[in-house]
């Protein structure tokens, strides 16, 4: 069974930047959500994919975007990068949204903003 | 609202148990979760407690639910060097999302 692996593991952007982060989920989940983890905190919801469609979302800006494809891989878009953006980017995976299924989260892409 | 503390540090002596504590706020939280953190890495899924449950047990990990005080704790027996980390309590919010405490960072030392 493959967990759920991230990529790029590090990145480093300067302000006003855009980013794309990649997850691809953990084999049979069709669900994966996304947390922004600064340093010396617990992660924060971003938002749900799920269906191909966001399926709800955590108090981020509209610059903050994602998509699901059809294989359940997600990316995560950030757009006008700002300072407060550097963060630990985790992706989880679930069977489906709402059943409670616990989240399984891969090793997470550590963002840089200069 | 939506709210998780823990307490932000523990120190155990090798051998013995350690308890993590945890209180939450939405009492409509159907699961409760233990996840671990260690340096560099990302979340190791550790245990999870049906709400209706007052307590599980998995090798030497103990969950205890207070549903009443909306209170979670996580027991480790005979915590060894390999437990040194920090744990997260979450209670799952709307859309099954998690919402997460700051984090109890566990130091073992012999």
């Known amino acids: 069974e493959t967990g759920v692996t991230q990529s790029p593991t590090h990145l480093i952007k300067t302000r006003g930047q855009q980013v794309t982060l990649r997850c691809s989920s953990q084999s049979g989940h069709n669900t994966v959500s996304w947390y922004q983890q600064a340093l010396g905190q617990g992660p924060q919801f971003i938002f749900q994919?799920?269906?191909?469609?966001?399926?709800g979302r955590g108090n981020f800006p509209p610059r903050f975007s994602g998509l699901q494809f059809p294989n359940y891989s997600s990316e995560l878009n950030v757009n006008a990068l700002e300072l407060d953006d550097s963060a630990l980017y985790l992706c989880?995976?679930?069977?489906?949204?709402?059943?409670?299924?616990?989240?399984?989260f891969g090793d997470g892409t550590r963002l840089s903003i200069l | 609202g939506e709210d998780v503390e823990q307490s932000l540090f523990l120190s155990v002596r090798e051998g013995d148990s350690s308890v993590i504590n945890c209180t939450y706020t939405?009492?409509?939280?159907?699961?409760l979760y233990w996840y671990k953190q260690e340096p560099g890495a990302g979340l190791q899924l550790l245990t999870y407690?049906?709400?209706?449950?007052d307590m599980k047990q998995d090798q030497r990990l103990t969950v205890l639910l207070n549903k009443k005080d909306k209170h979670l704790s996580l027991r480790i027996a005979d915590t060894q060097t390999g437990d040194s980390a920090i744990y997260f309590c979450?209670?799952?919010?709307?859309?099954?999302?998690?919402?997460f405490g700051a984090g109890t960072r566990l130091a073992v030392h012999p």
């Open positions: 407690i049906f709400s209706n449950m």
């Open positions: 939405d009492s409509s939280s159907t699961y």
């Open positions: 979450a209670e799952s919010g709307g859309y099954n999302k998690l919402i």
């Open positions: 994919y799920y269906r191909e469609e966001e399926n």
């Open positions: 989880a995976s679930s069977l489906a949204p709402n059943s409670n299924q616990p989240q399984h």
